[in-house]
């Protein structure tokens, strides 16, 4: 079930069974959530810190950086699942809404 | 479309498209969106981090937290996608995959 | 009053009394300030994170970016004084003591 | 050689004869810096991530904690030096120009 047939929906059930089951759902407040993500984006930053940006493209290709990588993104959209599931704002309403505004504060060249 | 029915790669495309509207791949390495979800996150915290939890969990109560609050979220998880568009990596099998070793790490209780 | 003369605790009582002054203590709880930290972090990566690396080197000679670079600094650096106030841990013996194990982690080339 | 004696320039040479034995010089850029800062600082904010304020204050009363958060202190502390000493930004002229725009935004209460 790849990202061309998994609903945000399907995930944030994923993320929710997991702590349910764990009985972690009391220190899921928003505020420790997001100290949580903080704390999993600055795991991800760690292999690109001294790397070019050109470096950074190709360190993906390498399976066992590619395998480090996609767990870092994993612990990330686990937070942020747990986040939409603890706050009740909808990702793909707000992502829809912000971009919106992004429209007016970027809009296209002419 | 809320998140029920939208998928992953609906929202990939949804930001794929707005950069590239606005020639923005260039600037979209890897390790640049590493950094900009950095900085993203932490306007996340922003208002959260004077709060204790409890107050953390009323604050999205509030309708205009509650924007400031689905903004910043939608920011972050435009970023994800980003990053998921620049690495290949599919977000529903990594987080997959990282459940599959995080219930080895936390085994349910007995 | 520059680096070369200003001690770690002149400035960890620059903080501490503006703080006092404004009965801000109560807030400041590790954690609190270690989110906070990690929000001006967040505002610190803020005008690099498009940049290459070369260019991000440049930057700090124009001006406006240097004083709005310098106030990130300084937001920073307020944070990691609170830190250090409120938990008692000496930033320069820390530091020492880190180097002590840094040493054996990344030994000098031969 | 405890905060009360070292001043910022005694941190700033520390470090950056560390990283001139290592020549680390050249991958550290403002930009590499800020982001390897942002690293170290999610790492500081992983023992506090789900704990009470309350508990965030005792946490450090205990010796391995203690340590471990001192440790994490030191690595913020180092890339903090480092970024002053690659941007040339005189962190005590930083935060005391920063404090004086604080005093307006922050008027003292009557």
Partial sequence: MPDATTTIDDLKAVVRQFAA??????????????????????????????????????IVNDPVQREAIADELADVTTLLMHLSNHTGIDLSEALRQKMIKNEVKYPPPA
Same sequence: chains 1, 2, 3, 4.
Wanted: aromatic share 10%.
């Fill in 21 to 58: 089951v764990r009985k972690w759902e009391p220190y899921h407040s928003p505020k420790n959530l997001a100290m949580a993500l903080a704390s999993e984006v600055g795991e991800l930053l760690e292999p690109f810190r001294w790397l070019t940006c050109e470096e950074s493209r190709e």
